[in-house]
């Protein structure tokens, strides 16, 4: 070792160099290294004190740029930051611009004895974290076209103080808002603030009602709707030849709308209902036809059995209680879901464990709804190199607009109904089955129009 630092040397003072190396001792032992067979001795070396070197140091062997060269260099750098508005001017502040996000007080979807039992298709907690998550991922794209990118919550106790609390922060010069709450209070914010310089997007809503009679034109829907989920699931029985379906039905409004939605995708699949039967949740012995699960799936043929259970309870109890030995669909069982946590194509690990990080659960599709929301109007700003409104609500309502979902398909809004095309997750408690639309569900113009209403189909007049 002492010689081949003792060469090393006498090479850099040739060249004019310091030695580098003058005295060395190895961690364990003095003056001597030891090294096994397939381990490596790790030496620590002590630099000693030379006199600086009189002679010029040596020129670098590399080839230079020319002067003309490095002038059409650093004409053409510049002509490229100018034509694609990428850099700001030298010196200047960035432009804030803010993100607003309303939602309830103490949201009963949200509350803890609703979520302590992770049913598969609910949500785990309030989607804010995740568009935290999403402002922090845009902090290096937003410096490059000068612009600094905020988020702002706003809470409220009912539907007209958050309608009121909108157009509060539309009067502070807000232009994007993340709605989260029920379908009833979305739609009384968007009809508030139909008249101003507004983009809502709901993360939360599923209702089908907010993309027919309700919609609006400033009201974009990120969130999968209810007849995007079921039509999801009837592709995937049809691809299972699963064609024949019993139909449990909860007794809540949200469980007839549900029911609703996988009827109309029953009959544009060509899927057969053979009945539909309700159910309550109840130990009352008087009304064991309804909730006792074995005596609810007897006396019917049936390939598969389908819940309609927004509350979830009841829909737990039903895999493996069937009078025969059936896949459970729905609300339980197999589900179609906007994200999962066991996604693992796409670059989803990434997005799952920085969301993870941020809020200590796995994320849900309310969650990447609210994510992607947030991403959506960052990419709109980096695309047209500009914060201005027009410009930018222009932009993402047009065709040009590509978003990436870490779900492997170009995202967009469609322009009759405003719900953001996406592909859907079939999902159990820990796996993720398959992704809709399903190979051989084809459309004339996009495969994703397969999944929610066409265009042939909407009843939105905006």
């Given amino acids: 070792m002492r010689h081949v630092l003792a060469r090393i040397s006498r090479q850099r003072a040739k060249r004019g160099l310091r030695p580098a190396l003058t005295g060395w001792r190895a961690e364990g ?28 140091m040596p020129s670098d062997p590399r080839p230079q740029p020319r002067a003309g060269e490095k002038c059409a260099l650093a004409l053409v750098l510049g002509l490229a930051l100018v034509f694609t508005g990428a850099a700001p001017p030298a010196g200047a502040a960035p432009e804030e611009l803010v993100i607003g996000y309303l939602a309830l007080k103490k949201d009963p979807r949200y509350a803890r004895k609703r979520t302590y039992a992770r049913f598969l298709t609910q ?46 922060m539309a009067d502070a010069g807000v232009h994007y808002l993340l709605v989260d709450a029920p379908a009833p209070l979305v739609d009384e914010v968007a009809r508030a603030t139909r008249d ?50 019993l139909v449990l039905t909860g007794p809540r409004p949200e469980d007839e709308r549900l029911t609703a939605a996988f009827e109309r995708s029953a009959k544009r699949f060509g899927v057969e209902i053979v009945e539909r039967r309700p159910f309550v949740l109840s130990n009352d012995p008087r009304e064991r036809e309804k909730n006792n699960v074995a005596l609810l799936t007897a006396g019917a043929e049936y390939d598969v059995v389908f819940v309609a259970d927004t509350d979830g309870e009841f829909a737990r109890d039903v895999p493996y209680q069937t ?42 599709s309310v969650d990447w709804a609210a994510w992607m929301a947030v991403k959506a109007v960052v990419e709109a700003v980096l695309r047209t190199g500009s914060t201005e409104f027009t410009k930018v609500r222009d932009f ?30 079939l999902v159990t408690h ?33």
Wanted: with cysteine; proline share 6%.
């Fill in 196 to 245: 101003r310089d507004l983009l809502l997007f709901n993360v939360s809503a599923r209702d089908d009602v907010l993309r027919q009679a309700q919609c609006r034109p400033h009201l974009l829907h990120v969130i999968p709707s209810h007849a995007m989920l079921t039509d999801a699931l009837a592709q995937y029985l049809v691809s299972k030849k699963w064609r024949e379906v």
């Fill in 396 to 425: 993402l309502l047009g065709d040009e607009i590509v978003l990436d979902g870490f779900k492997g398909n170009r995202l967009n809004f469609r322009p009759w109904n405003r719900q953001l095309r996406q592909p859907l997750l």
């Fill in 29 to 56: 032992g003095r003056g001597k290294a030891s090294a096994s067979r397939g381990a490596q001795a790790y030496l620590t070396v002590r630099r000693a004190r030379w006199p600086r070197s009189t002679q010029p």
């Fill in 430 to 462: 820990n796996w993720v089955v398959d992704r809709a639309p399903l190979r051989g569900f084809l459309h004339q113009s996009n495969n994703l129009d397969t999944l929610g209403f066409d265009e042939r189909d909407s009843r939105c007049e905006l």
């Fill in 323 to 364: 009078v025969r030995p059936r896949p459970v669909v729905g609300t339980e069982g197999l589900a179609a879901a906007g994200w999962h946590w066991a996604w693992e194509r796409h670059g989803a690990p990434q997005l799952e464990n920085r969301f993870e990080k941020q809020a200590k659960r796995p994320m849900r």
């Fill in 123 to 168: 949500a785990l907690g309030s989607p804010y974290p995740a568009a935290k998550v999403a402002i922090a991922e845009s902090r290096f794209a937003g410096a490059a076209v000068g612009a600094e990118f905020k988020l702002k919550r706003r809470r409220a106790k009912s539907g007209g103080k958050l309608a009121a609390a909108a157009l509060k």
